[in-house]
């Protein structure tokens, strides 16, 4: 129920009902949220929360200035530090970093970065507080399949301690028992794998562009 049938909705409630705010759910979808303009025009009624989600802990305050931003396309910037703030632990952030700068950075470290991403919430979700995202071409449409986190998790998991630290000991037999132990296939723990070194030579690349260069920080 989104547009000019929750403003009915809403406008119907607040005339049987006494109503002291309300509640914008479904703001997780393509709606930008211009709904919130109309309800609060027809009650007069503060918009307490936003839902993000089908759950409870879905719930976050509203601000008007952020849904003013969305509205106009422009994104949500400060919901995002929000969010990164709350789920990012800042000391594993920073050794993380300092890993990253020598290119030591493991399957461990991914495995977190993963995490901590999760925890933000959806992917698509994530990259549409980001201003200008509407106009990049197909993100829109971008379905992120939650199904491929997961197996990229269980594959990782799979792996020993060493083979985290050193993927480049995993041989055709340990790729073989990978992919039993985590329901996945050989070529799913291959995908996995390039995909690692490919991040790692990004990695070594933007740090060889940062040497001798004061203040630099990697992009992550």
Known sequence: MTGQDA????ETFNERLELTGVILTKLDGDTR???ALSVKAVTGKPIKFVGMGEKTDALEPFYPDRMASRILGMGDILTLIDKAQANVDLKKAQEMEQRMRKAEMTLDDFLEQMQQMKNMGPLDQILGMLPGAGKIKGLKDMQVDEKDMAHTEAIIRSMTPEERRRPQIINGSRRKRIAAGSGTS???VNRLIKQFEQSQKLIKQFGQMGKGKKGFKLPF
């Open 7 to 10: 403003v009915k909705v809403t």
């Open 33 to 35: 949220g211009g709904a």
């Open 186 to 188: 050989i070529a799913d």
